[in-house]
């Protein structure tokens, strides 16, 4: 009995990965740092270029930002960019639209309704719901205390 735990924890030891926590972080900063500098190009371009306003062309970032993780996440690229840069890929606002769409493309063969319908907020659920719940209390505390 004891060869077999000690056989299985030589296997787990081999198998398991190894992460080294600063090759991580640096990893997360740099996917995460391109991310947002990308972002801020494209505001500062459509600012530049086309004369838009600041928040005009903030909004479009954000959508295209948006666009663009939808169409890598259905490309198959996104969960690369994920594998390799951790949370850097997962916290910006292109993270939370392959958290949405990453369940819908994996349920769509059991139908638009039961799978498209009932999955695509299996991740990004709680977070929407959570959140609406928070603003609700804030909401109620301001008018309370306002």
């Known amino acids: 009995m004891e060869l077999n735990k000690q056989a299985y924890n030589e296997y787990v030891s081999k198998i398991t990965p190894k992460n080294s926590l600063p090759m991580d972080m640096c990893r997360a900063f740099l996917v995460g740092g391109l991310i947002c ?13 086309w004369g838009m306003e600041k928040e005009t062309a903030q909004a479009w970032t954000q959508i295209e930002l948006i666009l663009a993780s ?35 493309i994996e349920y769509k063969a059991e139908g638009h309704v039961f799978g498209i319908g009932v999955k695509i907020f299996t991740i990004a659920g709680p977070v929407i719901l959570y959140g609406v719940f928070a603003s609700w209390v804030l909401g109620v505390i301001y008018l309370v205390l306002g």
């Open 37 to 49: 500098g990308l972002g801020q190009l494209m505001t500062t371009g459509m600012m530049n270029l």
């Open 70 to 104: 939808v169409l890598l996440t259905g490309l198959n690229l996104y969960p690369a960019i994920v594998k390799w840069g951790g949370a850097g890929a997962l916290v910006p606002i292109t993270g939370f639209a392959n958290s949405v769409v990453a369940p819908a």
